[in-house]
């Protein structure tokens, strides 16, 4: 071929050769780099564990970021870090609201995810028990029912607390319950305890007189939101605009907390006290850009799943934090 090129090209004319080297030069390039259509429908979860998602869908701010594409948003509730992670990992969703240990998780099993934002710092876990009840510390869980979500943050929070007094989930009989089953469970007395999450825990904290018996804010780990990787991989300009119609979100949720709590209040039917001790108390809204302290807090968490069992010995939890956070992507147009 390379002794006849040549003479075909000098034959045939330039429009031939224009014709010739731009197959040549196709049949070189990577057809990733010729990029995937745009997609018909942004699939973005909302959560009442990420207010931030609930003010975005109210307001209808990614509607009429991607009207212009001809785009449309569809939005799926989630109800834990779980349930987001199965619909990133079936691809029925593209963002999803989780934990940043329960991504960490989800990512060292073989969810395809990518950590890209920060929506909330919150202290929306702890172990928590009926007012009734001789439950008073870690210890006394041992051999009693506690109700759990798994790979959520509130069982991450659950086995870490366990492994302080070195005990194990084997020492207690786990229930496993979505997180409203879970409440629904202690205050009924189904279970002793329950690995809570708000705001479930502090309707059960202001309606029931539950008691949260072991909290530990460090050990919640971030409100992270995540991709799909093949959809980053081919739609980073969308994503790229996803984040920065989040940030806008945000600031409004932080500059005007009447709004946010109506919009709260209307997704949750749930009182204004109750509303009041999560967003007010336990959630914090001054963060966005993901980066060094989320890959600690992370880190941490996997590092102690690691020696609890819970992560097998071989798995390198560092290089998956590694690749799960991705901070490349900017938050503004």
């Given at each position: 071929?390379?002794?006849?090129?040549p003479?075909?090209?000098?034959?045939?004319?330039?429009?031939?050769?224009?014709?010739?080297?731009?197959?040549?030069?196709?049949?070189?390039?990577?057809?990733?780099g010729f990029?995937?259509?745009?997609p018909?429908?942004?699939?973005?979860?909302?959560?009442?564990?990420?207010?931030?998602?609930?003010?975005?869908?109210?307001?209808?701010?990614?509607?009429?970021?991607?009207?212009?594409?001809?785009?449309?948003i569809?939005w799926?509730?989630?109800l834990?870090?779980?349930?987001?992670?199965?619909?990133?990992?079936?691809?029925?969703?593209?963002?999803?609201?989780?934990?940043?240990?329960?991504?960490?998780?989800?990512?060292?099993?073989?969810?395809?995810?990518?950590?890209?934002?920060?929506?909330?710092?919150?202290?929306?876990?702890?172990?928590?028990?009926?007012?009734?009840?001789?439950?008073?510390?870690?210890?006394?869980?041992?051999?009693?029912?506690?109700?759990?979500?798994?790979?959520?943050?509130?069982?991450?929070?659950?086995?870490?607390?366990l492994?302080?007094?070195?005990?194990?989930?084997?020492?207690?009989?786990?229930?496993?319950?979505?997180?409203?089953?879970?409440?629904t469970?202690?205050?009924?007395?189904?279970?002793?305890?329950?690995?809570?999450?708000?705001?479930?825990?502090?309707?059960?904290?202001?309606?029931?007189?539950?008691?949260?018996?072991?909290?530990?804010?460090?050990?919640?780990?971030?409100?992270?939101?995540?991709v799909?990787?093949?959809?980053?991989?081919?739609?980073?300009?969308?994503?790229?605009?996803?984040?920065?119609?989040?940030?806008?979100?945000?600031?409004?949720?932080?500059?005007?907390?009447?709004?946010?709590?109506?919009?709260?209040?209307?997704?949750?039917?749930?009182?204004?006290?109750?509303?009041?001790?999560?967003?007010?108390?336990?959630?914090?809204l001054?963060?966005?850009?993901?980066?060094?302290?989320?890959?600690?807090?992370?880190?941490?968490?996997?590092?102690?799943?690691?020696?609890?069992?819970v992560?097998k010995?071989d798995?390198?939890?560092?290089?998956?934090?590694?690749?799960?956070?991705?901070?490349?992507?900017?938050?503004?147009?």
């Open positions: 071929m390379t002794i006849q090129t003479s075909i090209l000098s034959q045939r004319g330039p429009i031939w050769r224009g014709w010739l080297a731009s197959v040549l030069l196709v049949g070189l390039l990577p057809t990733a990029g995937a259509d745009k018909k429908t942004i699939n973005i979860d909302w959560a009442t564990y990420n207010p931030v998602s609930m003010l975005l869908k109210d307001r209808g701010l990614l509607e009429k970021e991607f009207a212009k594409d001809g785009i449309g569809r799926v509730q989630t834990g870090s779980n349930k987001a992670l199965e619909f990133l990992n079936a691809g029925s969703i593209d963002f999803g609201s989780t934990a940043g240990s329960a991504a960490l998780v989800s990512k060292i099993n073989g969810n395809p995810i990518k950590s890209i934002y920060v929506y909330s710092r919150p202290e929306w876990t702890a172990l928590v028990t009926r007012k009734d009840t001789t439950v008073a510390k870690i210890e006394d869980l041992k051999g009693r029912r506690v109700a759990v979500t798994r790979g959520t943050d509130p069982h991450i929070f659950l086995v870490r607390a492994q302080q007094v070195k005990l194990t989930e084997k020492d207690v009989t786990p229930v496993l319950l979505q997180h409203p089953d879970g409440k469970a202690l205050i009924r007395g189904d279970v002793d305890a329950w690995a809570g999450l708000d705001p479930m825990m502090a309707q059960a904290e202001v309606e029931d007189g539950a008691r949260l018996f072991y909290r530990n804010k460090e050990a919640n780990t971030w409100g992270i939101l995540n799909r990787e093949e959809f980053l991989r081919d739609h980073s300009d969308l994503v790229k605009r996803v984040l920065a119609v989040y940030e806008e979100a945000r600031k409004e949720s932080l500059a005007n907390y009447s709004d946010l709590k109506r919009v709260f209040i209307a997704a949750t039917k749930l009182p204004d006290t109750v509303v009041d001790k999560q967003l007010k108390e336990r959630t914090e001054t963060h966005s850009k993901i980066g060094a302290p989320q890959r600690d807090s992370i880190l941490a968490a996997g590092l102690a799943l690691q020696a609890a069992g992560i010995a798995v390198n939890v560092k290089a998956t934090v590694d690749a799960l956070i991705d901070d490349r992507v900017p938050l503004t147009h």
